[in-house]
Structures are given as structure tokens and as C-alpha cells.
């Protein structure tokens, strides 16, 4: 087999992946939407539940800090 032929081969094998990955993120995009749904069927606000999850996303220092900077813009402006 000539070179371009298998690196024909092997890029054909990439793209396979990544769509079937495609698939699989579109599917738990799906779930999660879902799972928003019930949430918001129940009585829970998801605006507010999609900043809890971005925030215990973060480093517990990382989000000290941003609260912190948070309480000190809300009391400059006397909305605490």
C-alpha cells in the first residue's frame, strides 16, 4: 500500500470517531435537556440550577473568590 492510501485510511478512522462521538454528545446533550425539563416540570427554576452546576464546576478556591468579588460589587451598589 502507497503512503496515501493509508493515510486515507487512518483519516477516515478519525472522522468514523468523531462522528460517533458526535452522536453520543448530541445524545447526553438530549439527556440533559430532558432532565432540565422534569426539573422545570417539578417546580425548580433551571436558570438558577444551570449556575449551580457552572459553579461547582469551579475550584472551591476560584469560586470563594468570585463570590467575594460578587459581595463586594452588590454592597458598592447597595444592593445587599
Known sequence: MSEGVVAADQLRLFIERVERLEEEK?????D?????????????????MRK???LRRLETHV??????LLETYRNA???A
Open 26 to 30: 448530541k445524545g447526553i446533550s438530549d
Open 32 to 48: 440533559i435537556k430532558d432532565v432540565y425539563a422534569e426539573a422545570k416540570a417539578n417546580g425548580y427554576d433551571t436558570k438558577t
Open 63 to 68: 469560586r470563594q473568590e468570585a463570590d467575594a
Open 52 to 54: 449551580v452546576v457552572a
Open 77 to 79: 451598589l447597595g444592593l
